[in-house]
């Protein structure tokens, strides 16, 4: 079983007030959730109204298709036009 963890951090410039963070990154996790079949959960600087900061899990059994898979959600993420990705950390066990 491999065990592949990714974090990324953003910066969503056009929040104007915290429902407007909420309102981008639930509809960043939702997209994630449907399109690539993983866990995704707000980690950290929930009360920053410009930064977001998500937790990404997947398990499966192919060590390159978990990398291959959090790759592709770097991807996305860095083309999801509402939030600018900062930094990010992908690890797989």
């Given amino acids: 079983m491999v065990v592949g963890t990714l974090y990324v951090k953003l910066m969503i410039r056009e929040a104007r007030s915290l429902k407007d963070k909420r309102r981008v990154i639930r509809s960043l996790k939702d997209n994630l959730r449907n399109r690539f079949n993983i866990s995704v959960a707000e980690i950290g600087t929930q009360d920053h109204r410009q930064l977001a900061e998500l937790g990404v899990a997947m398990v499966g059994s192919d060590r390159r298709y978990i ?3 959090l790759a592709k959600i770097v991807d996305f993420v ?8 900062i930094d990010y950390e992908v690890e797989s066990d």
Wanted: no cysteine; net charge neutral; charged share 35%.
């Fill in 67 to 69: 990398d291959g898979a």
């Fill in 78 to 85: 860095r083309l999801f036009r509402p939030a600018e990705l």
